[in-house]
């Protein structure tokens, strides 16, 4: 059972450049959504989906796109990098906005310069 | 504002308990979530409290009052492997989790 898949496992990304964080889910969970963790910090949310073709903003969405096309995929998108989007990026998902688990995805490590 | 405070670092010896606190100041409150995770990868599950009183799975104890915006988690007869941070998170009332900056935990033997 794969669970929650994020590609790619790490990146080095010049700033001002694009760039899409892929994560895909085959658990055909509701609720999905995008986490930037800093040390020191804990989790941030930058953007959540309760649903197929809604999203919404979290706690630091700036920078960053999301879109739910279906239920299993829900990509972020950084349109032009920045070093202080240097982070690890998790993934997450769970049955419902009221479920009581969040599944996380192994994470992408992004490093902009 | 919301602010979940637990400590940075705790240091316990193999086989022994460890408590891990955490208290929370959120808009709302529907449930209070323990996770693990260990260097390098993702954070799992642990625990989840919505009512006041302790919640006990295996060697993993987690305990709520809510009326003083406190949790703790304990861990018993510990194992080199559950060197890890361990995360409190909150779900406030929009129902998304504010997550605390985690606890590191080593263990020696």
């Known amino acids: 059972t794969a669970g929650i898949t994020q590609a790619p496992t790490s990146q080095i990304l010049a700033a001002g450049r694009s760039m899409t964080l892929r994560c895909t889910q085959d658990m055909r969970h509701n609720a999905m959504y995008w986490y930037r963790q800093d040390l020191g910090l804990g989790l941030r949310l930058i953007h959540y989906s309760n649903t197929a073709g809604t999203t919404g903003k979290g706690e630091v969405p700036d920078g960053y796109s999301v879109s739910r096309a279906n239920t299993d995929d829900f990509p972020l998108t950084l349109a032009s990098a920045v070093p202080s989007q240097t982070s690890v990026y998790f993934c997450a998902s769970s049955e419902g906005t009221s479920g009581n688990e969040q599944f996380f995805g192994p994470g992408t490590r992004l490093t902009v310069l | 504002g919301q602010n979940i405070d637990q400590p940075t670092e705790m240091t316990a010896t193999e086989g022994a308990i460890v408590q891990i606190n955490c208290t929370y100041q959120?808009?709302?409150?529907?449930?209070l979530f323990w996770y693990q995770q260990h260097a390098g990868e993702a954070p799992t599950f642990l625990s989840y409290?919505?009512l006041d009183g302790l919640e006990e799975k295996g060697r993993f104890s987690s305990f709520l009052s809510r009326s003083k915006g406190y949790s703790y988690l304990l861990l018993k007869e510990l194992q080199m492997k559950d060197s890890a941070s361990y995360l409190c998170?909150?779900?406030?009332?929009?129902?998304?989790?504010?997550w605390g900056a985690g606890t590191k935990l080593i263990i020696k033997p």
């Open positions: 959120t808009s709302g409150f529907n449930g």
């Open positions: 409290n919505v």
């Open positions: 998170a909150v779900r406030d009332s929009n129902y998304q989790l504010i």
